[in-house]
């Protein structure tokens, strides 16, 4: 037997396993070595198999981890639909139901699928606990005094250096520390944009972002936003006319997840800068990606310096530090204006604590693992609609982060369902918190950054046949 054959026959055996599902997405393939010892043949035999499984999208690698069953090898349902542009109609966003997912927190019996916040044993606590110790021993202040309004100079220094993203095209000078992203995108927003001047913003769309803008006394257009490419810039064009600023999260968007493609980034860029438009960027995930590199921001096409990059550590390493920063571009002045009106500098400590993570390589050590866990976490959750949900269920294919978008039966509203839901103890963000409009009722957003165990799965499958029993 030709070693083509063989490595085709082995091949063959995994394919037919997992349309079977023998083997179901998210599962791990045995080692390269191990299969060679089990088919007494040789490793590239097995290489060559693996290699063609790739092709066909059966099997992904990841790196440092080995193989896994592809999240698009037998995949069931479809993606969400793309919904119609939206222009300002005096609406509001959802205020009670947005306060009734947040109580959802202090119940620690709840599952947590509703709210974007890492499940603790997702992260290095201990590590970080003995950085504030570090700190605060290492400190002759022990951080009481207060930091320049910029911010602690060695955070801004290594997110500088950590930024590898962007080719060395911004120094600690181009940084501004803030209280999270949220606080960034206030502070944007306060800079570049007045009383009744118009914001688009994609949809759906966190519902941080529309509080913000109408606390601000913002026009808001919504615009169309694909669950895998992002915001429709030709939806854009029509109304580039109208607006003065815009705030989009190009890489794995909250809730749908979706990458905006770099030559949509590259077009979105161009398009801003020729009509001086700001761009507000919520790069808040872009670290949680689950290929083989990390997605370039918008910021990185940026030569006019209108991109204002936001990012924090919140949904990645520590929700409760409240670190954040912007690389604020040639509005860099006027915001730091602005958070010496509000804030004057952030915690001290803090700040030392998460640049020590950065310096010493700990932040990306954990972000390998956090990725990881991400990525199995999301085929988990997938695996698991697919056989519990209604088969009309819609369910997007995020490329990382930490949602799940899904579109259920035009008859179900998931404010009611919700209610439902947390009398069972499992919670979901209801699709109508991510609009200002009446829209996404019969669509929900579930977080996966939480630890995959027995019981998170039998609240998936809990949650699949509530939704069943509604239809």
């Known amino acids: 037997m030709t070693k083509e054959v063989l490595y085709l026959k082995i091949a063959n055996i995994i394919e037919e396993q997992i349309f079977s599902e023998t083997l179901k997405i998210g599962d791990k393939l045995p080692s390269i070595r191990a299969l060679q010892k089990l088919h007494d043949v040789s490793l590239n035999t097995i290489k060559q198999a693996f290699l063609e499984l790739e092709s066909k999208s059966l ?14 090898s037998n995949r069931k349902l479809a993606i969400p639909s793309m919904n119609k542009l939206k222009l300002s109609e005096n609406q509001a966003a959802p205020e009670d139901l947005i306060t009734k997912v947040f109580d959802t927190l202090k119940d620690k019996s709840i599952s947590r699928f509703s709210l974007g916040v890492p499940d603790e044993s997702l992260l290095p606590i201990a590590k970080l606990n003995k950085g504030i110790l570090k700190a605060a021993r290492n400190w002759a202040e022990s951080g009481t005094s207060y930091e320049s309004v910029q911010g602690n100079a060695d955070l801004r220094r290594n997110i500088a250096k950590w930024s590898l993203i962007l080719d060395g095209k911004l120094s600690e000078d181009d940084f501004v520390i803030t209280s999270g992203a949220m606080n960034a995108i206030y502070n944007c927003l306060m800079a570049v944009a007045k009383r009744g001047d118009t914001i688009a913003i994609e949809s759906p769309v966190y519902f941080g972002i529309i509080q913000v803008a109408q606390t601000l006394g913002l026009n808001i257009i919504e615009l169309p936003t694909h669950p895998v490419t992002g915001v429709d810039l030709e939806a854009l064009k029509k109304v580039i006319h109208k607006i003065d600023v815009c705030c989009f999260m190009s890489n794995f968007s909250n809730p749908l997840g979706s990458l905006m ?12 800068t020729h009509h001086n438009i700001p761009l507000i960027e919520d790069d808040l995930y872009g670290n949680l990606f689950f290929g083989r590199s990390r997605p370039k921001p918008c910021k990185y096409y940026d030569e006019a310096g209108i991109v204002m990059w936001c ?8 929700p409760g530090f409240r670190v954040g920063w912007v690389a604020p571009g040639k509005f860099k002045d006027q915001i730091i204006r602005e958070k010496l009106v509000q804030t004057i500098c952030q915690p001290s400590l803090y700040q030392e604590v998460i640049a020590d993570f950065l310096e010493h390589g700990r932040y990306d050590h954990h972000l390998r693992n956090f990725r990881n866990t991400l990525y199995t976490n999301s085929l988990h959750f997938q695996r698991t609609i697919e056989d519990c949900f209604p088969e009309n269920t819609k369910i997007s294919q995020p490329q990382g982060g930490s949602f799940l978008w899904l579109e259920l039966d035009k008859s179900i509203d998931t404010a009611v369902l919700f209610d439902t839901a947390v009398k069972q103890k499992i919670g979901f963000a209801p699709g109508r918190v991510f609009t200002q409009h009446d829209q ?3 669509c929900m957003r579930l977080n996966f950054a939480v630890e995959w165990n027995e019981k998170t799965e039998f609240d998936l499958k809990r949650l699949g046949q509530l939704i069943k029993n509604t239809i």
Do not use: H, Q, W
Not at 59 to 72: A, C, D, H, L, Q
Not at 261 to 272: C, T
């Open 440 to 442: 996404y009722n019969n």
């Open 261 to 272: 493609p770099d030559e949509s980034k590259i077009e979105l860029v161009k398009m801003l």
């Open 59 to 72: 099997i992904e690698s990841r790196p440092k981890s080995g193989f896994y069953i592809s999240k698009t």
């Open 311 to 318: 990012g924090s550590v919140s949904k990645t390493l520590a």
